[in-house]
């Protein structure tokens, strides 16, 4: 599975709009999730055994 953050103007218009400490996170973020997406976020749920 990949994970992709749409760089639109939009959104980077919303990220600068943060806190440079904010922005910071976010990017932080963002690079982690591109990286690999199930080690730095937790299931939103698991159901029948299936992770959700």
């Given at each position: 599975m990949t994970w992709h953050v749409s760089r639109t103007p939009h959104t980077v218009d919303a990220i600068l709009s943060l806190p440079?400490?904010?922005?910071?996170?976010v990017l932080d973020l963002i690079e982690a999730l591109?990286?690999?997406p199930y080690a730095v976020s937790q299931?939103?749920?698991i159901d029948d055994k299936v992770t959700r």
């Open positions: 440079i400490d904010a922005q910071l996170a591109e990286a690999a299931p939103y749920g």
